[in-house]
């Protein structure tokens, strides 16, 4: 199922790079996205900026056809590779049916940036396959509005 998602921010492509790529402002956003537990990484990978956030949540209010695939909480491991202002973009759910694939792009619009997401979600579950991607699309899809918010913040000068 594919997902397409933009966050705009009032700041310039290079301050929002310099966001995403701050430990601390992935610190911010497992806060307030209630994360169980959360680990962000930046490294230099062969002159891409490679981010790596290792975290787990609860699981809560699933409905009930996925909560056994699902569980009490997943870990989610979004690893960003950055190469100017596009990022080949995953997330891995170690143990879970459900991957998510594909790229983060930074534009410049209207004196400010766009942060756009494509992406690809996929579950490997047979017969409930789509339902199980939709709800993850719809998670994934929250948890992009709490990152828009604390970047907001975080580019406004609130760290």
């Known amino acids: 199922m594919k997902l397409h998602h933009d966050l705009s921010y009032d700041a310039a492509p290079a301050a929002v790079f310099a966001m995403l790529t701050d430990p601390e402002f992935w610190d911010k956003v497992a806060v307030a996205t209630g994360a ?3 680990t962000a ?3 230099d990978d062969g002159g891409a900026t490679k981010v790596v956030v ?3 949540q609860a699981v809560v209010g699933v409905p009930g056809f996925a909560k056994k695939f699902v569980g009490d909480s997943t870990r989610a491991i979004t690893t960003q590779v950055w190469s100017g202002t596009t990022a080949a973009f995953s997330v891995d759910t170690p143990g879970k049916p459900t991957s998510i694939n594909g790229t983060a792009t930074i ?3 209207g004196g400010g940036s766009v942060l756009t ?3 690809e979600v996929k579950a490997s ?3 409930i396959g789509g339902k199980l991607e939709k709800l993850v699309v719809e998670l994934t899809t929250e948890g992009f509005g709490k990152e828009r918010a604390v970047g907001a913040a975080w580019l406004a000068g609130d760290r």
Do not use: F, G, K
């Open 36 to 38: 169980i537990s959360s």
């Open 125 to 127: 579950v047979p017969l």
């Open 54 to 56: 290792d975290q787990e």
């Open 41 to 43: 990484t930046v490294e």
């Open 107 to 109: 534009t410049e619009q």
């Open 117 to 119: 997401y494509d992406l």
